[in-house]
């Protein structure tokens, strides 16, 4: 075995076993590139990475490759979602170099970590125009011992072009209806209304965006937005990239059509969807989003939930072939009419096969189709199909399963708890709260640590209940506190947002720039070629929007100015980024639309038991007003402080009315009159046209 032995990172332990010397990215790597001078192989990957394993099963297991790596180069491999700063660092090397990027990324280094060539997947042998990966490692030993001069200044070049990269963002104000106007028209013109999405193959879940669309539409009433977001979530959950069996969201469609996906699944990925189609269902009622929502929930529950009571990271696309006993990608997924008809019968294999569009001819590989629901399949009694659904998940449980990466990420444990608290509420499912607070709570025994006599911090990872050695980065501290505030709006226990507000507070004293900018990594962090700051969303939001959102929540709560200030700084990219490429921003637009609408913020009274009080609980938190914040607690005894009025600085002097639970709406330091009424409260929180103006 190698060094990766030791580490926590399932991805790394999957090449524990290769004859590659592999180093985890620490010091002594670089060391000994300087002490051997050869130059350093950075392979960075992670561990639902379809060609990350197709390239390791072709040269990284291979001896002879792995001998001359060994001989020639000192081998760092890393996680990159244990490590996004060094993974966003020299992909934005890789992305300037080639105008392209993904994984596996394969990076050649100087010792001092200065990047000088680049590349992703490279196959065994010369195919399609590109180099073997053997020609390319007897390329760079070649230029590395006979043109040195020309190889260190390539890279002085390329770190000194990424060092002075500064991101210009407009910082002077937050954004107004116009830019957020300007970004819908934007997003219209490259919609598909075809298919839904937006762009052509791949076709990646537009989760952030689908948000700013729901939000835009509750502040301002405009239909096309709404029916963007709705036509885009069918179309999803009618595709291949939605598992119709076992609920849940594959990574991306490699088609427009959705029908084909790359069938790897991402906690973060359903964790967003989850709250999409739940939020979809507040706005419309939609039974399909209703479905979906609960069904990507107990996905998650069931196929993700760790012993610890976190989620784990991801779900492989491959999975072993029965036919062939090797690692087939959709293996698990993928169904022939004769397997259907095997499991069924004749007459149900044929009525699932026109119900789920499986072809004689396939849709996939090999004749095997993915399981979708046509527009144009049959009419069916749905318990019957419930039925044939259920039997067909029986039957495929029976099959080698997808690996899973057992990591607990912090950020995207956040988003999970946000979704499932959400969707509990919504949808009376308490246990679904229940799996919320654990995970939450994971986070705190877990993820909070001390060091070195410091206030704690926030861990990136655990892993069995065993915290990992990497520092939390923006992201994390963001989506963390967006799940904590949304735990305490719907379960009442202030403990939450008072966490919520430890990490803000971290946000604002380690990460935060003097023009307010937002870095990703902290000012302490361990020191790369360059400090990463990416305000723009990849699969999940970007650390810099998720913070300025949970800041902007925590200052509504609070009435903390210096909250609300830092959103506001913070939002003066989306100012300049969002009418130009509203596709790689739209979790910075929806949080700017919840700026435009207030947030509102509700504070509900009366006493645990009552169910008025429930009632009314409810009512608020199914507004669909942007990012409006929910404070539920027992009123103030004899003129005394109420039980939770310490925790939520929203229920301070909020009395009931006439002895009755109440509602209390504030917006712009501007309050409605207190009401008992669950109807006049629904309409207090309703759509108010061009209200942000």
């Not at 990350?52 to 001896?63: G, Q, T």
């Not at 080639?98 to 195919?127: C, H, I, K, N, S």
């Not at 596709?583 to 645990?608: N, Q, S, T």
Request: aromatic fraction near 8%.
């Amino acid at each position: 075995m190698n060094r990766l032995a030791g580490v926590t990172s399932p991805y790394l332990l999957q090449h524990a076993d290769n004859p590659v010397d592999w180093w985890p990215w620490e010091p002594e790597a670089f060391e000994e590139a300087k002490r051997r001078d050869v130059p350093v192989l950075l392979s960075v990957g992670y561990s639902a990475c379809h060609w990350c394993h197709v390239m390791a099963h072709e040269s990284f297991e291979d001896d002879a490759t792995a001998a001359y790596m060994n001989e020639h180069f000192v081998n760092v491999k890393v996680d990159r979602e244990e490590r996004p700063d060094v993974d966003a660092v020299y992909m934005e090397a890789v992305q300037a170099a080639t105008g392209q990027g993904g994984w596996p990324m394969t990076v050649f280094l100087t010792p001092d970590a200065e990047p000088f060539y680049f590349g992703t997947y490279f196959p065994p042998e010369p195919r399609h125009g590109m180099p073997s990966f053997t020609q390319v490692l007897e390329g760079i030993s070649t230029a590395w011992t006979g043109r040195r001069g020309e190889v260190a200044e390539v890279a002085q070049r390329i770190t000194q072009d990424l060092a002075g990269r500064q991101l210009d963002y407009g910082r002077a104000a937050a954004p107004g209806p116009e830019e957020a106007a300007q970004a819908l028209l934007a997003l219209t013109r490259e919609y598909d209304a075809a298919r839904g999405g937006f762009g052509g193959a791949p076709k990646f879940p537009p989760s952030m965006v689908l948000e700013f669309l729901l939000r835009h539409h509750a502040r301002t009433g405009a239909e096309g937005a709404l029916q963007m977001a709705a036509d885009t979530c069918e179309a999803m959950a009618r595709g291949g990239i939605y598992d119709q069996l076992g609920g849940g969201f594959a990574r991306y469609s490699v088609d427009r059509e959705w029908v084909v996906p790359h069938f790897e699944k991402m906690l973060y990925d359903n964790a967003l969807l989850c709250r999409v189609y739940a939020h979809l269902w507040r706005a419309t009622g939609s039974d399909l989003a209703r479905r979906v929502a609960l069904e990507t929930a107990d996905f998650m529950v069931r196929e993700l939930r760790t012993p610890e009571g976190g989620f784990a990271s991801a779900l492989d696309a491959d999975s072993e072939d029965p036919r062939t006993g090797k690692p087939a990608e959709g293996a698990y997924y993928a169904w022939t009419p004769a397997q259907l008809e095997e499991v069924l019968g004749a007459e149900d294999g044929a009525l699932a096969a026109a119900c789920f569009g499986v072809t004689q001819e396939g849709t996939f590989e090999h004749g095997a189709s993915v399981l979708r629901l046509p527009q144009d399949g049959p009419v069916v009694d749905a318990g019957r199909i419930a039925g044939i659904r259920q039997r067909l998940l029986e039957a495929r449980a029976a099959r080698p399963a997808p690996g899973r990466d057992d990591k607990v990420v912090a950020a995207w444990n956040g988003l999970a708890v946000a979704a499932l608290a959400e969707c509990g509420a919504y949808f009376d499912r308490p246990d679904l709260v229940e799996r919320a607070t654990e995970a939450a709570d994971l986070l705190v025994r877990v993820h909070f640590r001390a060091e070195d006599g410091r206030a704690p911090r926030l861990a990136r990872t655990s892993k069995d209940g065993q915290v990992g050695a990497n520092a939390g980065v923006l992201e994390d501290y963001g989506d963390v506190a967006e799940g904590f505030l949304a735990l305490a709006a719907v379960t009442g226990e202030g403990v939450w947002l008072e966490f919520a507000g430890f990490l803000l507070d971290l946000v604002l004293d380690r990460f935060a720039a003097e023009d307010g900018s937002l870095y990703d990594t902290a000012h302490d962090a361990e020191r790369l070629i360059r400090r990463p700051q990416d305000p723009t969303d990849t699969a999940a939001p970007s650390g810099w929007t998720a913070a300025a959102g949970a800041l902007l929540s925590y200052a509504a709560h609070t009435g903390s100015e210096a909250h609300r200030t830092a959103a506001e700084r913070a939002l003066g990219v989306v100012r300049a980024l969002g009418p130009r490429v509203p596709r790689f921003i739209g979790h910075g637009l929806a949080v700017a639309e919840a700026l435009l609408d207030g947030p509102r913020e509700v504070a509900v009274v009366g006493r645990p038991d009552d169910p008025a009080r429930a009632e009314l609980h409810r009512t608020a938190l199914l507004a669909t007003a942007p990012g409006a914040v929910v404070a539920v607690g027992e009123p103030a005894a004899d003129g005394g402080p109420g039980a939770a009025e310490g925790e939520f600085p929203l229920l301070a002097g909020r009395t009931p009315v006439e002895g009755r639970a109440a509602a209390y709406v504030c917006r712009h330091f501007v309050c409605e009159r207190p009401t008992a009424d669950p109807a006049e409260l629904a309409a207090q929180l309703g759509t108010a046209a061009g209200s942000g103006s």
